[in-house]
């Protein structure tokens, strides 16, 4: 269930669409924002709120790839693995993420903190490789630097 | 009106038409997957892939979405587009699981066809087929999703054509699925059309999987008998039982599809339950012996209590045939009653659409597809006439205005595949002059008055009839001057009864003798009856039937009368005189077991010439017309014949 | 040099809104307001040569004219801002150092199309971009410069932010429309082209970020100002190179149109990263063919680049070095292209895995003779597919076969990468 002033505020933004349906995105997005992922309950909570069915939502999830279908960490771990940060040697930081963090791709560290999945190109070629955690995007990756981003990343709220 | 060139061939077809149907009209098929006359254009799987050597567009062309055009020459055979459409078929086997044998669409599968045709036998790919995980989706479908070949036909069907919400396709790229949110029952009641619209085995007909392939069926052109509208059917049948019920194309009824009930309602038809011997006081008979009783029995009571103290009782699932010779029946008896209605109010509405209805007035599908507003009158449409619900979707995807008379409570209404406004009466709806309005309403225990007001509106008129044949009783009705049998029996006018295919209630009964009973179906009047006749279903059967429209249809035996061979009692295989059964068996016989059954027409022919009348045929004097109906035609409106009058 | 996209930059910060107007920010937009027609400013466009910075070039002006204007209903302008082509990041440096031109571009493109209500459409990870435009759009309204009766005009002008969640395909077009209308964003079949029918069946244009952004500098400065930027004279305006891979200062820069590519890596980039050798790259974002040091002194600008069998198209120049393995990294850009598929037709949905089977294949030394054989059918036939995302994905590998053939069979004749 999602509290009562969630619930007004998308209700707003539906209402605000010129067609139900344009705000489909937002709604998963500030659900998925509330509960971690995108939950069953939560596919039907946006479906009663945009009047659609509950597989009309599914369908549109299951697109995207920043709408999570499945549990994960508390942080989203997205390293890019896409062309200009092959360049860089991802493939090395990708490594390390998984070492580091005892997972594989898509897996959730044992403590619940972190998921790491791989992403497409972020927009931060010059950057590169970079990685995204919990929605906040770090280039110009080192191991070094992974260690640091994690540790701050784990304590920052 | 384009001129093009495909194969050499010249052509001339109408603007908007495809390539591929343009070079379908003169023959020749081109690979298809996605392409559905009935579905909007997707061009998403590429098979239909032709090169266009000259004119407008040049070069390697999808078929399905190329509109035809003056000037275009068309090659289908081009070694380029032969090359496309043979990667096609190869990126589709790359995951297909090439499970023919035990998929049951084997035989009827457009894949199949395709990759034969397409000339793909060597696999190239080294790498693993994906899989996927199938969804439990009721009792009606079986799903495999490994089989798809991601046409989107089926979610343009459920979702675009027949407004359903409860499946789609989920997922991208090499992961799309098409299933349901969660495992559950198919809401629509059209659901069961995903196993005709699918070209591959996805979606294979849960109640009659692995019974027989394509080419063990017998079938043929049938009219489904659930309801009015009078949808084409094709009956699959094996070995005397049906096994499957799919659609059959008729552009002026159903389109391509039909409902659910059409389908999947046909547990009746196999019944093993169902009664097939003649009986007398019980006892099972011979055929000749039951009739030769019951022409007695009628003989003995018209003697003793005059002929217009019987009548003979029909219904609106007997065949326009069996309507015909049961009033000749009623006159080989010397002048007995003759009943098509049980329910005084049935008759009344049903016999006032049949009057009311004429060819300008009477709306043909398309009038109801194209309509502008549409208002149904106080009609629980997916019960008394389901196709009709997606004729009237697509008037309203094309924007007209549908509103709900009096019908909020009816409880069906909440399934209505569009949108619609409640109204309380008629008046309500802001119509001006009908102009491309269309009322649509149950004629059965409407009043007259209502009726005639509405056909008053200028608006065409649908009036759904009670029972898949209730224009002919109608009619039947009107040329015999038939009574109801509720009023007759309460006027204490009729004593006894003779019922052919009639469901009359338990209330009627008990103030009446059932003199015989002829029916292919168990109830309260087969157990009244001292004398049974079995008679054949529609599919056991050839007859006629009329739909609301006034629209005259023929459906053919699709199978012989008798039990089904799976299951048939050991009794049938043994020896009446041995009593342990010999190795291998030697018992003789000539007929089926079970197949007793006569069409009830014919039933009542032997009836009438035992009771000293001549030999009859049912489509004679003004009905001769419809004995050369077409039974793979379009079926024909009779308003147009003048055999309403 | 006073070229229009950068010229307002600060480093590492944002511009103010009061900055970008004391620079000559919103001229173009009262220049227009104060005396020009609708007309007019559609005509300074295609007068000026400014060609559509999404990739596919399209000259702006004429996709505007297809815009029907006696239609009833509402018309629309997108923006697009999906940009996740992989070595393609101009767009969000754009805005993340100044969302106002893009503001004012919008403004003028909507007064010129008779367009009542655009939406900006931004990728999930642009967010600093989307609050700035947020941002910049509220400062813009308040000054009478957006929303309800622009520089008291009759004018009233809504823009809107569409913030997405990541997919490629939402980029193409069509896709985008779909999207914004909250369906699944597979590609509508074209014709009908959105100019036509579009957002909610009505005409739309969509233009990319950079595109729309040049419009208050042509407004301002006249057509032939803008033309006259480029280096080549066929050329018009600037452009956008943001640059990857193996340069010494790997940067987003603005250059005149027909800047030659050695001067993009040495002089806007320092050079080759670690003294290593060009040995090819990627110009205009993973959809194009590769160009090699033969094409070290080409202008870099539409036709110049096409002619050279490549293209342009977005300004993502990703830099290659002789360590470099371009199998590798043709198959690294497949993998993106077979994942980032809608699913739609069955050559990109089948063919790219099929693709990506080969060359991991062939990296891996397993390949085999008839391996090229396939991928040139590939190359060819994934051109008839539902959209440009296929041909798009194609285009890399074209690349590889046709440049770097020796290169693929090494891998299959010696069974492994000769770089590793
Ligand atoms: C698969 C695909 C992805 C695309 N992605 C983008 C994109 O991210 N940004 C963009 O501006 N154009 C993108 N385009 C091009 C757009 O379809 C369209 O041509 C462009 O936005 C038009 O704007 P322009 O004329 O200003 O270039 C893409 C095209 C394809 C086929
Ligand atoms: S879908 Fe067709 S090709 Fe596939 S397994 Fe079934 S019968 Fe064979
Ligand atoms: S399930 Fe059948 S109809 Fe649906 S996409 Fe797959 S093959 Fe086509
Ligand atoms: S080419 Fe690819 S992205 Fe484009 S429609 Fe086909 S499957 Fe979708
Ligand atoms: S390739 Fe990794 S951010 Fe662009
Ligand atoms: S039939 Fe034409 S693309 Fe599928």
Redesign the interface.
Known sequence: MIPETLKKSLQARVASAITAREAAVDVMKELQAHYGWLTDEAVQEAAALLGLSPLQVEELATFYEMIYRRPVGKKVIHVCDSISCWCADCDKIIQYLKDKLGVGLGGTTADGMFTLLPCCCMGMCGDSPAMSVGGVPYGRLTPELVDEILEAERHKV | MPKLIIDDIPVEVAPGTSVLEAARSVGITIPHFCYHPALAIAAACRLCAVKLLDGPVKGIQMSCALPAQDGMVVSTTDPEALKMRALVIEWLMLNHPHDCPVCDEGGECLLQDFTIAGGHSRRRYQGKKRTFQNQYLGEGIHHEMNRCIECYRCVRFYQDYAGGTDFGVMGSAGRVYFGRFQEGALESPFSGNLVDICPTGVFTDKTGRFRARYWDYQFAPSICQHCSVGCNTSPQNFQRETIKIVGRRNDQVNGWFICDRARFDKGYLNDPQRPREPRLDGATCGYDVAVDAAAKSIAEFVRNNGADKLALVGSTRLSLEGMIVLAQVAEAAGGAKVCYFDDAGLQQGSLAAAKLLHEENAAYVKDIEQAQWIALHALDLMEEGPMLALAVRKAFLAGAQIFLVAGDTLPACKALPFKYTSVETLDQVPFEGGGKGVIICGAGSKDPELLAEMASSGAKLVMLQPGPNGFAAALLTQQHAAGPLAELVAARQVQAVVCFEADVPQTLLSDLEVLANADWRRGAVEAKAPIFLPTTTWAESDGTAINYEGRAQRFERSRVAGLPLKGLDPKYYGSATEAVTLHPPRVHRKDVPGGAERDAWQVMAQLIERLGGEPVEPLTGKWRALKSLDPEGEGVRILEMGLGE | MDLPLFRHNRPNRVVTFDEYREEGGFEGLKKAFSGMSPNDVQQAVLDSGLRGRGGAGFATGRKWSFVPRDLPGPRWLICNCD???????K???LLEHNPYSLIEGMTLACYALGVRHAFIFI?????KAAANLARGMEEAKKAGLLGEHILGSEHSIELDL????????CGEETALIN???????NPR?KPPFPAIKGL?QGPTVVNNVETLANVPAIVANGAAWFKGLALNPEGAGSKLF?????VKN???VELPIGTTLGDIIDGACGGMRDGKKFKAC?PGG?STQFLKPEHWNLPMDYDTVAKAGSRLGSG?V???DEG?CLV??TL??I??F??????????C???L??VK?ILT?IENGRGEE?DIT?LR?HVK?L????CALAPGAMAPLDGLLRDFEDEVRDHIVKKKCPLK
């Open positions: 940009e996740m082509e992989p070595g393609t990041y767009d969000r440096v990728r999930k990870g642009y967010e569409h913030l997405s969640a990541g997919r490629y395909i999207a914004l209308e909250g369906k699944r964003p079949s909610w943001c640059v990857s891979g193996s790997r940067a987003c990627i993973a993502g990703i830099v290659f470099h590798e990294a690294n850009l993998n993106f077979a994942r980032e598929s809608c699913g739609w037709c069955t050559p949905r089948e063919g895995p099929y089977e294949r008839d396939i059918e036939y051109n008839y597919t539902f």
